[in-house]
Structure formats: structure tokens, C-alpha cells
């Protein structure tokens, strides 16, 4: 019974491990949902996010799943919760591994780790971009020239949890001899972004050498979130510098 035991914690040690190093690696192929800090446009929603993930070496693909809870308000600041992927079987909520908000006036930001109660302020060196770095989606188009492995098409307008949204899908075909796959691969990246809300809500990577990522905002409220929401609690204590992200399988 012990060893059965030790075998399943030891099981899922390999699992979490596994998930931390797949989805750091997954941070250089997409940059997700960016919330931008631009006053005047006030909403909150849920991110959706679901991730399938190719390991090497022939593994079977990992199936996971998360939700952020996401808001900004009249003055830009905003409010970012990260949950732990788990596999989508799992019909519970995800637990929060930690919050984000960030004050565009002061060009300051807390991160908020419930588990332990305690935070992290600072204040960045220059502010955030007020637009996504991957803009593609936006009437003004992308500035870079496609190249003769890239087409892009134009997806059209449509609603998307209320807000409407302009979409472009990206496609890069790399040759057999540069995929080291020894066939053709296709990837496939599509935006839909909201000019109300000057961001992305949806941005979805497809590589079949890795895997796919899908991030949607969903359950749009275009209102003032409730300003306590970017306050640290009372019972926090600070963290101490130098302590890394308790479980970095966020996505």
C-alpha cells in the first residue's frame, strides 16, 4: 500500500516537472492574451485557455486547461489571474497560483501568491505597450512584408462574447529539409482583435511539432470592476526577494 502510494506522488512530481518545462517552452512561440493598460475602456472577463502539448520523444500529448480572470479599469490599470493548468478531465476550478495588477499612472506592479499570502510590488523601468506586439488583427494591418513561406489571410469581423472583433490567420510553411522532421510543417497563428478594447481576445498557435494553445475571452462585462480587486490584503506579508514563482505551469 505504501509503495503504491509513493509510486502515485512520485507519478505526479514527474507530471508537474513535465508541465513546468513544457510551458516555459511554450512562452517563445506565443505571447497570449496581453492586457493592455489603456484608461477609458474599462471591462472584466475570463480568459479561457486550453493548451495540447507534444512532448519529445513520442510521448503521448498532454491535454490541459485553465482560466484567467482578467479586468481593467477606467484609469488602465489592470488585473490578471493565473491558475494552475491541469488536464481537462479535472471539472474542478483550478486553484490560483498567483495575481497580477499593474498601475499604468505609476508604472507600478504587484504580484499577489494566495497560497502563501504574501506579495511582491516594484515598478517597472518603462511603461507597457498600449497595444499587443502581435497587432496583425488591427485595421492598420502588419507593417512587416510576409515572406514567400508566409500568407496571411483576412478572417473578416465578427462578435466574439459581445465585443466585436477583426481576425487574421497567419500560415508559415517550413520545407522538409529545414523542419527536421523530414516532412512539411505548417504553422498556423490567428489573432481576432477588439478595437473597443484595444487587444487581442482571441490569439490561438498551431505547430504539430509541439502543439496547439488557444486563448479566448469570454464573459465580457464592459463596467467598472470592483476597485478592490487591486488592493493587497491586509494579511499579506512581503516576499522575499529572491523567491521564485512557487509552480511556474501557468500559462
Given at each position: 500500500?505504501?509503495?503504491?502510494?509513493?509510486?502515485?506522488?512520485?507519478?505526479?512530481?514527474?507530471?508537474?516537472?513535465?508541465?513546468?518545462?513544457?510551458?516555459?517552452?511554450?512562452?517563445?512561440?506565443?505571447?497570449?492574451?496581453?492586457?493592455?493598460?489603456?484608461?477609458?475602456?474599462?471591462?472584466?472577463?475570463?480568459?479561457?485557455?486550453?493548451?495540447?502539448?507534444?512532448?519529445?520523444?513520442?510521448?503521448?500529448?498532454?491535454?490541459?486547461?485553465?482560466?484567467?480572470?482578467?479586468?481593467?479599469?477606467?484609469?488602465?490599470?489592470?488585473?490578471?489571474?493565473?491558475?494552475?493548468?491541469?488536464?481537462?478531465?479535472?471539472?474542478?476550478?483550478?486553484?490560483?497560483?498567483?495575481?497580477?495588477?499593474?498601475?499604468?499612472?505609476?508604472?507600478?506592479?504587484?504580484?499577489?501568491?494566495?497560497?502563501?499570502?504574501?506579495?511582491?510590488?516594484?515598478?517597472?523601468?518603462?511603461?507597457?505597450?498600449?497595444?499587443?506586439?502581435?497587432?496583425?488583427?488591427?485595421?492598420?494591418?502588419?507593417?512587416?512584408?510576409?515572406?514567400?513561406?508566409?500568407?496571411?489571410?483576412?478572417?473578416?469581423?465578427?462578435?466574439?462574447?459581445?465585443?466585436?472583433?477583426?481576425?487574421?490567420?497567419?500560415?508559415?510553411?517550413?520545407?522538409?529539409?529545414?523542419?527536421?522532421?523530414?516532412?512539411?510543417?505548417?504553422?498556423?497563428?490567428?489573432?481576432?482583435?477588439?478595437?473597443?478594447?484595444?487587444m487581442n481576445v482571441v490569439v490561438k498557435h498551431d505547430d504539430p511539432r509541439t502543439g496547439r494553445v488557444s486563448m479566448t475571452l469570454t464573459q465580457v462585462t464592459r463596467t467598472e470592476p470592483d476597485p478592490s480587486i487591486f488592493q493587497i490584503p491586509d494579511d499579506?506579508?512581503?516576499?522575499?526577494?529572491?523567491?521564485?514563482?512557487?509552480?511556474s505551469a501557468v500559462p
Amino acid at each position: 500500500m505504501r509503495s503504491r502510494s509513493a509510486a502515485t506522488c512520485l507519478t505526479s512530481l514527474v507530471l508537474l516537472i513535465l508541465l513546468a518545462t513544457l510551458v516555459r517552452a511554450w512562452a517563445q512561440y506565443t505571447s497570449g492574451i496581453f492586457l493592455t493598460p489603456v484608461p477609458g475602456a474599462p471591462f472584466s472577463g475570463v480568459i479561457v485557455v486550453e493548451r495540447t502539448i507534444v512532448p519529445r520523444g513520442g510521448d503521448s500529448a498532454l491535454h490541459l486547461k485553465t482560466v484567467r480572470d482578467v479586468a481593467r479599469d477606467s484609469q488602465g490599470r489592470i488585473y490578471n489571474v493565473f491558475r494552475q493548468l491541469v488536464p481537462v478531465s479535472d471539472n474542478a476550478t483550478p486553484p490560483v497560483v498567483r495575481i497580477h495588477f499593474y498601475d499604468p499612472r505609476t508604472r507600478s506592479y504587484t504580484y499577489l501568491y494566495p497560497q502563501q499570502k504574501t506579495h511582491t510590488t516594484g515598478t517597472v523601468n518603462h511603461p507597457p505597450a498600449a497595444e499587443p506586439a502581435d497587432l496583425i488583427a488591427s485595421p492598420a494591418g502588419s507593417s512587416a512584408p510576409l515572406n514567400q513561406f508566409t500568407k496571411e489571410e483576412d478572417l473578416g469581423t465578427q462578435s466574439i462574447s459581445g465585443v466585436s472583433a477583426h481576425g487574421v490567420r497567419e500560415i508559415q510553411t517550413i520545407s522538409a529539409a529545414g523542419s527536421n522532421t523530414a516532412k512539411e510543417i505548417v504553422l498556423t497563428d490567428e489573432y481576432w482583435y477588439s478595437e473597443d478594447l484595444h487587444m487581442n481576445v482571441v490569439v490561438k498557435h498551431d505547430d504539430p511539432r509541439t502543439g496547439r494553445v488557444s486563448m479566448t475571452l469570454t464573459q465580457v462585462t464592459r463596467t467598472e470592476p470592483d476597485p478592490s480587486i487591486f488592493q493587497i490584503p491586509d494579511d499579506y506579508k512581503t516576499r522575499a526577494i529572491g523567491s521564485g514563482p512557487v509552480n511556474s505551469a501557468v500559462p
